[in-house]
């Protein structure tokens, strides 16, 4: 069942949409710098590490944050919740009704 999301709300996703993907982006350049600084594995093999956490993480990416419009925007505010990327006082300044059915959603409730 699609369920859309108050006028406040959305314009609370709209807001934190572009900081959720940037910290989304943060972690996984972290990764990959990570794994450029494994000395242990080779260049060759680091590239391949590095080419599968990039396909990886850009479905990962594509599932959380492309298309966001009000049908889906519990959903997207659920999986930027449950990957830590939407901040508490994010979280906070939604409505208690959005913030109990991505509680619900996440299995948290």
Not at 57 to 79: H, W
């Amino acid at each position: 069942m699609t369920r859309t999301i108050a006028e406040a709300d959305w314009k609370v996703l709209r807001r934190v949409h572009p900081f959720a993907l940037e910290r989304f982006c943060e972690r996984v350049l972290s990764e990959i710098e990570h794994i450029t600084h494994i000395s242990s594995q080779s260049a060759h093999q680091r590239y391949l590490d590095i080419f599968k956490i990039i396909e990886q993480r850009d479905r990962q990416m594509a599932s959380i944050f492309d298309d966001p419009k009000r049908s889906n925007a519990l959903t997207m505010l659920a999986r930027m919740r449950s990957e830590g990327l939407l901040m508490a006082d994010e979280f906070s300044s939604l409505s208690q009704e959005t913030r109990s059915a991505i509680e619900l959603m996440m299995g948290t409730e």
